[in-house]
């Protein structure tokens, strides 16, 4: 009774900070966890807007893994997610290390800015900028090789560029937002350990090398398991940039998911692809947070 009396007078108390996260918890059972149960319950189904769905069972993921189109998806998720996995967690890193050693502090502002700024565009914007600059006529290395006598290169119509596009260009949208994460690790770093490598003649890359280096550990790790979460969820970039010669080089699963669901109405199949996502999304999470030994 006590216990009951307790645990009524600490509700009382913080019964406004229960109803201020209220609407947050809401959001996310609405927009969130019921649209994953109900995409649960459709992938065991034939599912039908106008009459009644059947039920299947596992017939839509039995089709799944016995698709050719479903494991080229999956090859290139992986291949494409791998890559933005290790690149937009590494080359960030660098360039936060070599905007730490300027010291002009206008120039180091400038150069952050320009960094940043292609993070802040959406990938409509970013798609269309560089489906421009990789033009075959007006494009701007199409142009830089006509002056060099080069001839022009439709990038965007050739297989062998496809993947190493759609790396680079995430590489740039992305590096800005990871490269302030490092920046702000570096700047709560204590001074007074460079002020002692500096006394004991150290360097600026031996400085970087044992100091600053490893403590950006952490937030490397929070960086990768970020990048790890993220890694077969790979959407709005392929929509925009797409097209029908390097699909094959490009569609990831997602978008496998939205032609299937959205363009030809198989639902119940498209849903059964998102589970497996959904799930194996949860098991490489998992294996990261061992293997990194990240808390949360």
């Keep these: 009774m006590e216990h009951i009396k307790s645990l009524a007078g600490h509700f009382k108390r913080i019964r406004m900070l229960y109803l201020l996260i209220l609407p947050a918890v809401l959001y996310f059972i609405i927009f969130t966890y019921f649209p994953v149960l109900n995409g649960f319950r459709i992938s065991f189904q034939d599912y039908r807007f106008i009459g009644a769905s059947k039920f299947v069972g596992l017939k839509n993921y039995i089709e799944a893994i016995h698709t050719p189109g479903f494991w080229r998806v999956f090859g290139n998720t992986l291949i494409l997610g791998l890559s933005n996995v290790i ?111 500096m006394i004991d003649g150290a360097g600026s890359f031996k400085r970087a090398l044992y100091i600053t280096v490893p403590e950006l550990v952490s937030t490397l790790k929070v960086v990768l398991l970020l990048n790890v979460m993220g890694a077969l969820r790979i959407f709005n970039q392929i929509y925009v940039m797409r097209n029908e010669v390097i699909a094959p080089k490009i569609d990831v699963l997602m978008y496998y998911v939205y032609d299937r669901g959205l363009a030809q109405f198989k639902l119940g199949y498209a849903s059964a692809i998102s589970v497996i996502v959904f799930v194996i999304t949860m098991i490489i999470t998992i294996i990261s947070l061992k293997l990194i030994k990240y808390k949360i």
């Design 87 to 197: 690149l937009t967690a590494f080359i960030p890193m660098f360039l936060a290390l070599l905007l730490n050693e300027v010291q002009f502090t206008p120039w180091k502002r400038f150069s952050q800015t320009i960094i940043y700024m292609p993070h802040l565009f959406s990938w409509v914007i970013v798609g269309g900028i560089w489906i421009f600059i990789l033009s075959p006529n007006s494009g701007l290395i199409n142009i830089l090789r006509s002056f060099f006598g080069k001839p022009s290169i439709y990038f965007m119509a050739k297989e062998s560029y496809a993947r190493t596009i759609m790396i680079g260009v995430n590489l740039w949208k992305q590096s800005g937002y990871v490269c302030i994460l490092y920046l702000a690790s570096i700047a709560g770093i204590n001074t007074e350990l460079y002020e002692a490598a």
